[in-house]
Nanobody, 127 residues
């Protein structure tokens, strides 16, 4: 399984970015894909997930209304649209695959339940 993130960069507070995650090499049906972020010295935090059956999305309490997760199945690509960014959004963002849809929400949406990871893309928001 290979996951490749792109789209990170530097942006001023209030701006937007769209992250992409290109996935290849897995054939599981209805797994969960998610976006996580991590800053130095902190645990990897889940921010958004999508059941690749296509209908269920989940967002962490820290990002309600500002992020939108989507997927383009034909290209096996997942996206994270991030709006109204502020300095607290600065982090390395990772996409990941969980092997069951139940890992997509609630207490199960955590890094330990995701088995495949991309290399990460840096997002820096300046105030």
């Amino acid at each position: 399984v290979r996951l490749v993130e792109s789209g990170g960069g530097s942006v001023q507070a209030g701006g937007s970015l769209r992250l992409s995650c290109a996935a290849s090499g897995y054939t599981y049906t209805h797994p969960c894909m998610g976006w996580f972020r991590q800053t130095s010295g902190k645990e990897r935090e889940g921010v958004a997930s999508i059941d690749t059956g296509g209908t269920n999305t989940y967002y962490a309490d820290s990002v309600p209304g500002r992020y939108n997760i989507s997927q383009y199945k034909v290209k096996n690509t997942m996206y994270l649209q991030m709006n109204s960014l502020h300095s607290e959004d600065t982090a390395t963002y990772y996409c990941a695959v969980g092997l069951a849809a139940r890992y997509c929400s609630g207490v199960n949406f955590r890094a330990a339940n995701f088995v495949y990871w991309g290399q990460g893309t840096q997002v820096t928001v300046s105030s």
